[in-house]
């Protein structure tokens, strides 16, 4: 039976939040049905993950939700330019996922300054990053070999010296892969392949303790102004240079 005095809340999210997100549902103060996107979109230009949200926000009618909740950070700046249409849109006031998986931005920022190198990797980066559309550290341990006769064998040699040249750039500057644990069931197991994947790197490996929190409160409608934006219909989502990050100003009809 649905109880009519909780928000019935739609989220779109990244499945970057999947098993924490199969966690907190159980305990949700809201009546919440989650629309996943794929992964995959952090991979494309910002517009593309702007026009695959716009598309579900479009798709709300007035009636269905009482507010739609969007389970990424500005990432890429692909939720510049998103409008609500029907009903309000939430929006976490954060830069990626890696600052919400923590808790709060400031600690996000905190770790950048311990180790600028640090390569951030969570339980849900790790299950479901597209190996095979990225060069990231990654790779290796989800199934892209970084040998370059088999990458010769299966891309032909010029494509395969860019494919380690832009490895190496890529990687060179880090020295930390830092772990983000969270409470779920398959959070050793992602441990021990990030472990792995930070040996193969040479780099030092350390696992921080996630905190649901934030993700949390998104879930549970506890919106506060300081975490989250809140837009109204026929307001868009625009790029703050605040502390904010992001702000509502009015959008075209």
Not at 96 to 119: H, M, V
Not at 142 to 161: C, F, I, K, M, T
Not at 238 to 243: F, I, M
């Amino acid at each position: 039976m649905v109880n009519m005095d909780r928000k019935r809340l739609l989220l779109v999210a990244c499945r970057v939040f999947e098993r924490e997100l199969e966690v907190l549902a159980h305990s949700a103060k809201t009546e919440m049905q989650i629309h996943y996107l794929e992964i995959a979109l952090h991979q494309q230009p910002g517009a593309q993950l702007r026009a695959a949200l716009q598309d579900v926000v479009n798709a709300v009618r007035v009636g269905d939700f009482d507010a739609v909740a969007i389970g990424y950070g500005l990432c890429n700046q692909g939720l510049v330019g998103l409008q609500p249409r029907a009903v309000p849109v939430v929006i976490p006031r954060a830069h990626d996922c890696l600052g919400i998986l923590l808790g709060s931005t400031k600690r996000y920022l905190a770790e950048l300054e311990r180790e600028p190198g640090t390569y951030f990797q969570s339980c849900g980066w790790i299950e479901h990053l597209p190996a095979d559309r990225t060069l990231r550290p990654l790779a290796a341990g989800a199934g892209l070999s970084l040998n370059q006769d088999e990458l010769v064998a299966r891309y032909g040699e010029e494509s395969a010296q860019f494919l380690m040249e832009e490895y190496a750039k890529f990687t060179q500057h880090y020295k930390r892969l830092a772990f983000i644990s969270s409470p779920i069931a398959s959070a050793e197991a992602r441990a021990r392949q990030a472990a792995e994947i930070a040996q193969q790197q040479n780099w030092t490996f350390e696992r921080l303790p996630g905190d649901l929190g934030w993700l949390r409160r998104l879930v549970d409608g506890d919106w506060n102004e300081h975490e989250f934006l809140v837009l109204k219909p026929y307001e868009k989502v625009a790029l703050s240079y605040g502390d904010g990050l992001i702000a509502a100003e009015p959008a075209s009809a």
